[in-house]
């Protein structure tokens, strides 16, 4: 037995150079050619091992760690024998070289054992057309029109070719590794599962049709098919899919689908009966086809005839029977459309008129006519209803109190109502066909024919034109009338005619200059009222005094800063009032309260808002509502007379819709007893169908109202019984002391206006548009309002509350000139303010009867047009300043008045009023000035953003300036 002494024992030997006999020649020769080759046999493996960790794709590769096992070992027998050339270990070296042999000996078996597998392998030109066919399969994967996809049995997707990215919206770099799932929809998820069993187990789907979804989260419908994909074993290792997309076949069917069940609809629910019908030679024709609409029209079974066209035939009645063959005989040889209208009797004895429509064409079982017969007995009753209806509408229109009238689109008069008539003393046969400016209402003044021209032109284009003006009457006779020229479209959209209607407004005139003089004088009476406003602390010390206005019962000179509320009021009064301030500062809400007291025997009665301004500090004003506690008793008084009053009155909160009031008149005209539409959304009194939801028309009517401030509509609504009416409501937006925000509508039932429209429409072909027009307001809202007042002001027995009455008169009739101004303005947008500022200043000296010889108006006005939210501050100024000048400014009534309107470099518009009287009160502070109309002239210029500069000295000069268009 070897052992490792013996191994590697050299004592028993001699060195292998002793056989070389130790030539130097010899042994080097044998040293550089045993080194070399070792040194090649060692390289060799590293190059070997090298490429297969490189190539790990190559077949066989443990054979060769084998070759490199057998090249070390041959290297280390070379090393061997440089090594025994000094040390004889001749044990150790045939030792390595048997190792040698044993790897050279399982290297050649193995050789043996693979050559027949690696003759198998495919040889590099193989190998080429293998790659050229991949080459060609991956193009045509590319370039096909079909989306295919490639994926592990796991739903990973492995491949993803241009079309794909086309149909899904995901680049291949985006899909490849993802799972398939991202292209189902949530509510397909569950078909991913089941596709992936079936390709497990080796089956191909086919004409797999399926909803997929694309990156942009569009739905899709694909048609798709998928085949396993096998490995060289047969297994399956993953799928492909050829999908293409069939959205548009789907959408195409679909609408298919629908467009024929539309159709069933339409024939199942039409009116009357649809048919094809062969006329035959002989004159005894058939029907091939009858809707289920027979029935209801004849009372007989489409299978009945279906097997008896002489069945419809029998039902004609007599005396038309004759002209239903002749026209069927006509339109058969002719081959023209049938049209025919007659009467039949039903089997029930029901006698009907229907109507019967037919066009020929050609199929190809012969000539057929395919129609319809309707029945038209209501349109008959209608057609004799109508020219009933034309006798009443005549009777109505002939004794309406308003001038109404038809007009050409070109001013041609072509009716006159007898009202009308009268008035001026004419007949029919006096205006009909003559131009409407020509005839005698219009013939005060060469400038009323002018502008009624010019507004006949307007309304020709669509315009609805309104105006004022004075007509001529029998005797000379002079009213003033409010005119308005409604136009008349067709279906086209084409106006064709023109309805003009006037209204006597003689009495509203004379009401409006009432309500001037009451405006004034409440103007001044709103101006004396003083409050009195200051700071104070948690502790009760006063802080600021800001405004010191005399309230009676205040010690305002013991309240100055610093001092303590309980120095200035008894105990008792400062601790009620201590106790309103924690309140405050507690709940962070203003606190109102209001007291009584008497000073030398008269009692007064205050109001006190105290409003927390920070933690510790509280803003308080103190109001003396003497004279409101009175008014509220007259407005008591006032609350009588609307829930009395004719017109139906309700409040709706602006945030949600819900009655808050609704007065006894309203509830009686929509049926609802007392309080009980309290709470309720006010659709409920809203008509709705179809057409008209409610809700939308709420919010539709709260965003005009909201906008516009006020709005004057007509609407229908419906009772609690469900019967609908049509109501003309007024409505403005008030703020409620409790409700907030309300709009405050007053609702006037005009059925009887609206039927008598119906009644017009009926006589003419757009009778439903033209009925709509015959009336316009049946009340002024001004007139109810100063109606209101005067009934009140004639009615109380206090002196000081007719004045308070007679100013709101005034205030409303200021008011109402300068939107009467605005509303004939032919340019809303933009206003002639120039023209403008003349009318309002010659009415001012009218209404003020104030004569030019005694009172000289001198103005100096650029033409500057002004938008309408410009104007309208502009002149509520011109009117207080103007109004003020003629009250106060001249006690001699002897002076001037110089009104300048002008524009500068600076784009700037500067309004001056300037009069020579008597001048500026001492001490007359602008900001300090507590009178409603310098209160409302500083609220006008900031509305503008303009800038107020007051001067006095000889006379009162005031001048505003503002930026165009502000």
């Known amino acids: 037995m070897l052992n490792q002494t013996t191994l590697l024992g050299s004592t028993l030997f001699i060195p292998h150079g002793h056989c070389y006999l130790w030539k130097p020649e010899l042994v080097g020769l044998h040293i550089l050619s045993d080194g070399l080759i070792g040194l090649a046999y060692y390289s060799i493996p590293l190059t070997l091992f090298y490429f297969v960790r490189r190539r790990q794709d190559l077949p066989f590769t443990w054979v060769f760690l084998l070759f490199s096992a057998f090249i070390v070992a041959c290297g280390t027998t070379h090393l061997l024998e440089i090594w025994t050339l000094w040390y004889p270990t001749y044990w150790l070296s045939g030792v390595v070289k048997l190792i040698t042999a044993a790897i050279s000996l399982a290297t050649a078996v193995v050789l043996v054992l693979i050559v027949p597998k690696a003759l198998a392998l495919p040889s590099p030109a193989q190998l080429e057309a293998a790659n050229q066919s991949l080459s060609r399969l991956a193009a045509i994967v590319e370039s096909s029109g079909d989306a295919i996809i490639g994926k592990s049995l796991e739903g990973v997707i492995t491949s993803w070719n241009a079309s794909a990215e086309r149909l899904f919206g995901y680049t291949a770099a985006e899909a490849i590794g993802q799972p398939i799932a991202i292209l189902f929809p949530p509510d397909h998820v569950d078909e991913l599962s089941q596709v992936l069993e079936q390709i497990k187990q080796g089956e191909t789907i086919e004409s797999y049709e399926a909803v997929r979804v694309r990156k942009d989260g569009q739905r899709i419908d694909i048609a798709a098919t998928i085949s396993p994909i096998k490995d060289a074993a047969g297994r399956v290792i993953g799928a492909a899919k050829i999908a293409h997309d069939i959205t548009p076949r789907k959408q195409a069917e679909a609408a298919l689908q629908e467009s024929e069940a539309r159709f069933q609809s339409i024939v199942t629910n039409m009116a009357g009966m649809i048919y094809r019908y062969f006329p035959g030679e002989d004159g005894a024709g058939k029907f091939t086809y009858v809707s289920l609409g027979a029935y209801e029209l004849l009372e007989l079974e489409p299978d009945q005839i279906l097997q008896n066209a002489n069945s419809v035939w029998t039902l004609i009645h007599p005396e038309d029977l004759l002209s239903l063959q002749t026209s069927v005989a006509t339109a058969v040889q002719n081959r023209a459309h049938w049209h025919w209208e007659g009467q039949l009797t039903t089997p029930s004895g029901q006698l009907k008129w229907i109507q019967g429509n037919s066009r020929p064409q050609t199929t190809s079982d012969g000539l057929v006519w395919d129609g319809l017969l309707i029945d038209i007995s209501d349109r008959k009753q209608a057609e004799e209803a109508l020219r009933e209806s034309d006798h009443r509408f005549r009777a109505i229109f002939n004794t309406m109190f308003q001038f109404m009238g038809l007009l050409t689109p070109e001013g041609i008069l072509l009716e006159a109502n007898q009202a009308a008539l009268e008035f001026a003393g004419l007949m029919p046969e006096d205006v009909v066909g003559r131009p409407f400016w020509e005839i005698r209402w219009w013939t005060i003044s060469a400038a009323t024919q002018a502008q009624l021209q010019d507004a006949i032109a307007q309304a020709a284009t669509g315009q609805f034109i309104r105006y004022e003006v004075d007509v001529l009457g029998i005797g000379d006779t002079v009213i003033t009338i409010d005119f308005s020229l409604k136009p008349i479209r067709d279906e086209a959209g084409q106006v064709v005619l023109l309805i003009p209607e006037g209204r006597d407004i003689s009495d509203r005139k004379r009401t409006e200059a009432a309500l001037r003089y009451s405006e004034a004088t409440n103007r001044a009476i709103i101006s004396a009222i003083p409050d009195f406003l200051f700071q104070l602390n ?429």
């Not at 007291?597 to 003497?626: K, N």
């Not at 059925?751 to 009926?762: L, N």
């Not at 010659?842 to 002004?866: E, G, M, R, V």
């Open 538 to 966: 948690r502790d009760g010390n006063y802080l600021h005094l800001i405004n010191t206005n005399h309230v009676p019962g205040l010690c305002v000179g013991d309240m100055v800063p610093g001092v303590n509320i309980y120095d200035v009021l008894p105990f008792d009064k400062a601790q009620e009032r201590m106790g309103y301030v924690e309140r405050a500062l507690e709940t962070r809400k203003l606190q109102i309260y209001d007291y009584e007291f008497a000073v030398e025997g008269e009692v007064y009665c205050e109001e006190a808002r105290i409003s927390p301004i920070s933690e510790q500090e509280v803003l308080i004003m103190v109001r003396d509502i003497t004279d409101r506690r009175r008014a509220e008793v007259e407005i008591e008084l006032q609350s009588i007379i609307v829930r009395n009053m004719a017109e139906g009155v309700c409040m709706v909160k602006v945030s949600d819709g819900l009655f808050v009031y609704t007065n006894p008149k309203f509830e009686r005209m929509f049926g609802y007893e007392t309080d009980e539409l309290i709470g309720q959304h006010v659709a409920i009194v809203n008509y709705e169908d179809k057409n008209t939801h409610t809700t939308a028309l709420y919010e539709k009517l709260a965003k005009v109202i909201l906008a516009q401030g006020e709005a004057i509509y007509e609407i229908r609504n419906v009772r609690k019984d469900g019967t609908s009416f049509w109501c003309q409501a007024t409505a403005t937006v008030f703020e409620h002391p409790n409700h907030g925000a309300v709009f405050v509508v007053v609702q006037q039932d005009i059925t009887e206006r609206k039927q008598a429209e119906s009644m017009v429409q009926a006589s003419l072909k757009e009778k439903e548009v033209l009925l709509k027009e015959i009336h316009h307001r049946v009340k002024n809202n001004l007139g109810v309002v100063d109606g209101l007042l005067q009934m009140q002001a004639r009615r109380s027995p206090h002196p000081q509350v007719v004045e308070t009455l007679k100013e709101s008169q005034n205030r409303i009739a200021s008011i109402a000139l300068v939107h009467e101004k605005l509303y004939g303005s032919k340019d809303l947008a933009n206003i002639d303010f120039a023209q403008y500022i003349a009318d309002l200043t010659a009415h001012l000296f009218d209404s003020y009867n104030t004569h030019s010889s005694q009172i000289k108006l001198i103005t100096q006005i650029d033409d500057i047009p002004l938008d309408i939210d410009t104007a309208i501050p502009c002149g509520l100024i011109i009117n207080e300043l103007v109004s003020n000048a003629l009250k106060y400014a001249f006690p001699k009534a002897q002076g001037e008045i110089h009104v300048t309107f002008r524009q500068h470099e600076d784009q700037l518009i500067s309004l001056t009023v300037r009069d020579n009287g008597i001048g500026l009160p001492s001490g007359f502070n602008l900001k300090q000035t507590k009178t409603l109309g310098m209160s409302l002239i500083r609220g006008l210029v900031k509305q503008i953003q303009g800038t107020l500069e007051i001067s006095g000295g000889s006379g009162t000069t005031v001048t505003l300036r503002f930026a165009r268009g502000k």
